[in-house]
């Protein structure tokens, strides 16, 4: 735990002295490229970090040490596979350097993802790891490859360009097939939220929540079999971590509605793909299976949170209600108030995510130990 402590005080530090007075966009590039660049060494000077870090040692060396006559190995895709054998052709590569090499693929694109998606990279950094983005890195690594794919695909979506994302979504596929997913979700982001659509939403929730166990019965008696009455589909996790992404959509649906957040197309698809992830995140609390695709939406919290934010400090909040009242927090002091709480929530909320899971080893991240023997 007091690796990751210290991580996360040198990421406030960093943003202190470049984010927090006069940002500009040199001063950001410098935050993230001090921010990654630690993250990056904690992910690939590891030693057993991560439940599936032997699985993969061992896969390594098993795929290596034959040659292309057989692309399968367990249940893993075949983009992954192959990936790995044109790995073992490189002199001197053992599996340390596999996970060095992973932790590049994994970190550089996150990177490039927050840079250039938000002009608060510091708030979205701070999310990235306390949502445990980072962890997720470290533990499902095939999936991890396909995560940092749909970060790309990402400018193709809020573009509206669908032939050149359904192509990237389909070359994510190889490393994970959950990202198909994805290739439907693209048209349902063109919703328009608000709160009406927040209701039936809220009732699409309530119905896939208690309708979740008869579901998993029916999709494992066609696929992946071996999951059926599994702990990863009979028992969830804590409640604790949906907590979190309700306050972030919630708080997104009623500022659509005062019209607060400007709802472009591209904050519009932040909206939905949060709203879906939140979704994912309550019934993870049922059925822990469901954190795997839960991932792909995480990542567009990590912007939309920056959006709200923003929002609030430069517009307000101006509401007339039924009763013909009128809320107004447009001041420049009411819009600094309320930017602050909005920020000092998300912050206190994502570290009770990030410790509380640390305290819980989630994905196997506790203990830090490097294979430098410290």
Not at 180 to 203: D, H, S
Not at 227 to 252: E, H, M, N
Not at 334 to 361: E, M, P, Q, W
């Amino acid at each position: 735990m007091l690796f990751y402590t210290i991580s996360n005080a040198l990421i406030l530090l960093w943003a202190a002295i470049l984010c927090f007075r006069n940002p500009s966009r040199s001063k950001n590039l410098i935050f993230v490229l001090l921010a990654f660049s630690q993250l990056f060494l904690l992910s690939a000077f590891r030693m057993d970090i991560g439940f599936d870090y032997q699985m993969y040692a061992i896969g390594y060396r098993n795929m290596t040490s034959s040659g292309f006559e057989t692309l399968t190995y367990l249940d893993w895709e075949t983009g992954f596979i192959l990936f790995t054998k044109l790995l073992g052709f490189i002199p001197g590569m053992d599996y340390q350097w596999y996970f060095i090499i992973l932790s590049l693929i994994a970190i550089l694109p996150a990177a490039i993802f927050i840079y250039k998606n938000t002009e608060i990279p510091w708030i979205s950094t701070v999310l990235y790891i306390n949502m445990f983005m980072f962890f997720m890195t470290m533990n499902f690594l095939r999936q991890m490859i396909a995560v940092s794919i749909v970060m790309l695909a990402w400018h193709f979506m809020k573009h509206n360009k669908f032939i050149p994302y359904a192509l990237l979504i389909v070359f994510a596929s190889f490393f994970h097939q959950t990202v198909l997913i994805l290739i439907p979700v693209y048209f349902l982001v063109k919703m328009k939220p608000a709160m009406r659509e927040l209701l039936i939403y809220g009732f699409i929730l309530l119905w896939f929540y208690t309708a979740s166990t008869n579901l998993f019965d029916l999709i494992t008696t066609m696929f992946h079999e071996e999951y059926r009455d599994s702990v990863f589909i009979q028992q969830g996790v804590s409640f604790v971590y949906a907590i979190l992404p309700v306050f972030i959509t919630v708080t997104a649906f009623v500022l659509i509605k005062t019209e607060t957040i400007n709802l472009t197309n591209e904050n519009k698809y932040l909206t939905n793909l949060t709203f879906i992830g939140t979704l994912m995140m309550v019934t993870m609390s049922k059925h822990s299976i469901i954190e795997r695709l839960s991932y792909y939406f995480i990542i567009f919290m990590l912007l939309l949170v920056p959006v709200i934010y923003q929002s609030l400090k430069t517009k307000g909040i101006k509401y007339t209600t039924s009763g013909e009242k009128t809320i107004d927090l447009t001041s420049p002091a009411s819009r600094k108030v309320t930017s602050c709480i909005f920020l000092i929530l998300v912050l206190a909320l994502s570290y009770l995510h990030f410790y509380y899971g640390l305290a819980d080893n989630a994905h196997g991240a506790a203990n830090y130990i490097t294979w430098l023997r410290f």
